[in-house]
């Protein structure tokens, strides 16, 4: 099983409508886990963090469940600026305090006018 | 709003040489990290540091790399006798701390050609 597993899409959505992304992740103790955008060529950046209770950024809601180890990202009112690739990115912490950051592959959005 | 700058953006090097690819973290920030992004690939982790060691490597991070913080402000991924392989987006990235929903800052990143 991947370590991050999203999947890949694309999806081509139409302006306007709710679109939602699933991420599984295969590391239980994992602690914090974060969706990022990238376009293309470009560096990741962070669109939220993702809280247990799950939490709200305007037009994006994340969610997380422990139990069943999986994220996801709801986008409403999509927009053309929206079309980009989401990673789901995990983090686990070890013992020593060291720290590593997996990513998934993301997902591939394009929004259609 | 403070950012990690990257440089150069763009890196051709032939095969065999060595290359040094730099970062300025963010100032306030105390971990740094090295990631590379294989055209059409994932982003996979390089290397961690803080408190001027390595404290997390991949094995991605062999002895062909190695990474330094020369002065308070840069943070440098050397690769010696590169590779076709190599080839790839470096991504440079800080975050204060790695508790609770500290994120990670990313650079611009430095796309590497090896010819």
């Known amino acids: 099983r991947k370590e991050v597993e999203q999947d890949p899409g694309p999806f081509n959505v139409p302006e306007g409508a709710t679109v939602a992304f699933n991420c599984t992740y295969s590391?239980?103790?994992?602690?914090?886990f974060f969706w990022y955008r990238q376009d293309c060529r470009k560096e990741p950046k962070l669109l939220m963090s993702v809280y247990s209770s799950g939490n709200e950024d305007g037009r994006f809601t994340a969610q997380l469940n422990r139990a069943s180890q999986y994220i996801s990202l709801l986008i409403r009112d999509s927009k053309l600026s929206d079309s980009a690739t989401y990673l789901c990115?995990?983090?686990?912490?070890?013992?020593?305090?060291?720290?590593?950051?997996?990513f998934g592959t993301g997902t591939r959005l394009t929004i259609i006018p | 709003e403070p950012e990690v700058t990257q440089t150069p953006s763009h890196q051709v090097t032939q095969m065999g040489q060595e290359v040094i690819l730099r970062c300025v973290p963010i100032s306030n920030h105390l971990y740094f990290y090295w990631y590379r992004q294989i055209l059409g690939q994932k982003v996979e982790f390089l290397v961690s540091f803080y408190n001027n060691e390595i404290s997390e490597k991949s094995e991605i991070f062999d002895d062909q790399f190695s990474v330094e913080r020369p002065d308070g402000s840069n943070f440098t991924l050397k690769i010696r006798s590169t590779k076709l392989e190599d080839s790839a987006m470096y991504f440079c990235?800080?975050?204060?701390?790695?508790?609770?929903?500290?994120?990670?800052?990313f650079g611009d990143g430095t796309r590497l050609s090896i010819l």
């Open positions: 990235a800080s975050s204060e701390g790695t508790w609770g929903h500290q994120p990670q800052h």
């Open positions: 990115v995990v983090r686990y912490i070890s013992n020593s305090g060291n720290e590593k950051l997996t």
């Open positions: 590391n239980s103790a994992s602690q914090s």
